[in-house]
């Protein structure tokens, strides 16, 4: 029996054939038909090849039966959101075919992935035929920028790995308590004001609109929807601090850079408010290709219902009226939902009963438990960083769990998918935000992408053995888990 390669996710069908592997030389080239929107992809296929072999990789932008080519191949011209794809690989050629580019895409960090290093120093890819699709269209990372920046070329490593894992969602909660971190048309005191801090008195920092733009637009040459998040009616120090009409007095508050929680809000009856919703979830729409905006909503610790069901709803009109969707944290559960509102689960101490509610008025549920999704959480007692209050999440914890059944009396039908967070009190650089994400991250995405009969966590341990040498190659921090009999 040929080995079967050790694929992180695990594809839904996997056959080593068993004849000579495909062997990578000097006239390898990247074959495509020149669509437009294939060059994009062509260009990440030899890009990342190149990267791999160390020699630059050519592309050819026309069919032919040529051996020694990776070819990739669209086989409808309106497969828009179908990321199922067919990889066949033997001596002579590699064949990609998918029915959309985020298909091919995933295809190409399949190919990626099965890249192995032969004793001569050859790179090889094993014969196999693979067929593989997602079980959840949302397989999601949330980074908080907020709490301390993200650079952005610290943003793009992060990026490249959710791809690499066919994460699809790059969630950013851009504004909190501690800065405010994307520049805003209508509100040019917000960066101007409110981004320069992060916890702990720690340096700010904050995208530019052309920023963002080159975020969206590297996160989207990867199969990666932004999805940004402006956080209302709480959480909002950051925007009282940079105008003061947004507070009862009038007077801007103080900058915070403390880690409590739930202690700041907005004011449904003074003027401001409402010109500050349509207009920022306006900007930020405007900015955004994909469909949804992140309204956030949690924590808002000292409103009366009423007042939070207001706001939730302002928020959401905006975001609707600016022509895209809403998500927003479990708490707005509680209040009125238009159907197709995207709810994200996460603390999972509290009653399922709005969201039994919230999904038979359909709701769609995106889940992200705090015991198992939150990589900022501890692996154990003896982490040097990352917080305790969701408990500890050592590698299986993130990996044995479903999501279907997660919130019981929740269809399995109102599931959109599943999305991991790393929140950053702790979390200063991309070491640290590395070191908490990996391995975790790889098994998040498993739980995403892979179906549940054939996921098997004796089966992830062995297979994730193999990124360890992937993390150490891109000079990444990552965990030891003594989970795995890493090498
Ligand atoms: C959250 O963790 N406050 C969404």
New binding site residues.
């Given amino acids: 029996m040929p080995a079967v390669p050790a694929l992180i996710p695990k594809p839904a069908r996997l056959e080593a054939t068993g004849g000579d592997p495909f062997v990578i030389s000097e006239s390898t080239t990247v074959v495509v038909n020149g669509r437009p929107d294939l060059i994009g992809i062509a260009v990440l296929a030899a890009d990342l090849l190149g990267r791999v072999t160390g020699r630059s990789i050519e592309i050819r932008y026309a069919e032919s039966d040529a051996p020694d080519v990776v070819r990739l191949r669209l086989t409808t011209a309106d497969g828009e959101g179908d990321e199922s794809y067919k990889l066949v690989s033997n001596a002579g050629r590699v064949d990609l075919e998918a029915r959309s580019p985020a298909g091919l895409v995933r295809a190409i960090v399949t190919l990626r992935q099965l890249l192995t290093t032969a004793p001569d120093g050859s790179l090889r890819v094993p014969a196999v035929v693979i067929e593989d699709a997602p079980r959840y269209a949302w397989r999601g990372l949330s980074i908080d920028v907020a709490r301390h920046f993200v650079a952005k070329r610290d943003l793009k490593v992060i990026i490249g790995l959710m791809a690499h894992y066919k994460l699809n969602v790059l969630h950013l909660h851009l504004t909190d308590d501690q800065g405010w971190r994307l520049q805003v048309r209508s509100r040019p005191q917000l960066t101007r004001l409110s981004s320069g801090t992060s916890v702990n008195g720690d340096p700010g920092g904050f995208y530019t609109a052309d920023d963002y733009a080159d975020i969206v637009a590297f996160a989207s040459v990867r199969g990666v929807r932004v999805v940004p998040e402006i956080d209302v009616p709480g ?1 909002v120090n950051a925007a009282t601090h940079a105008y003061g009409n947004l507070t009862p007095s009038g007077e801007p508050t103080d900058v915070y850079t403390g880690i409590e ?1 739930g202690f700041s809000r907005l004011y449904a009856d003074l003027p401001a408010t409402g010109d500050f919703l349509r207009e920022v979830f306006a900007d930020v729409a405007e900015m955004t290709p994909g469909d949804y905006v992140h309204i ?1 909503g ?2 808002v610790l000292t409103m009366e219902p009423a007042e939070y069901a207001t706001l939730v709803a302002a928020a959401s009109d905006a975001v609707r009226a600016a022509g895209k969707k809403v998500v927003g ?2 708490e707005i559960a509680s209040t009125p939902l238009e159907p197709g509102t995207v709810v ?1 689960y ?2 999972t101490r509290v009653d399922p009963a709005p969201f039994v509610a919230a999904a038979e008025a359909g709701a769609l549920l995106l889940m ?1 438990p ?1 015991s198992k999704a ?1 990589l900022d959480m501890k692996y154990d007692a003896s982490t040097p960083l990352g917080l305790e209050w969701a408990g500890h999440i050592e590698l299986r914890d993130a990996y044995d769990w479903e999501p279907s059944t997660l919130v019981p009396g929740v269809p399995a039908e109102s599931v959109i998918g599943v999305e991991a ?1 790393i ?1 950053t009190e702790t979390l200063r650089d991309l070491p640290a935000l590395t070191s908490m994400l990996l391995p975790r991250l790889a098994a998040i995405a498993e739980v995403a992408w892979t179906e549940p009969e054939q996921r098997d966590w004796e089966d992830f341990r062995t297979r994730v053995v193999g990124q360890g040498p992937f993390w150490d190659r891109l000079g990444l921090s990552w965990y030891r888990s003594p989970q795995v009999d890493w090498r």
């Fill in positions: 959480h929680v956030g949690d924590e944290w479990q994200q996460w603390d992200s705090g939150y967070a929140w």
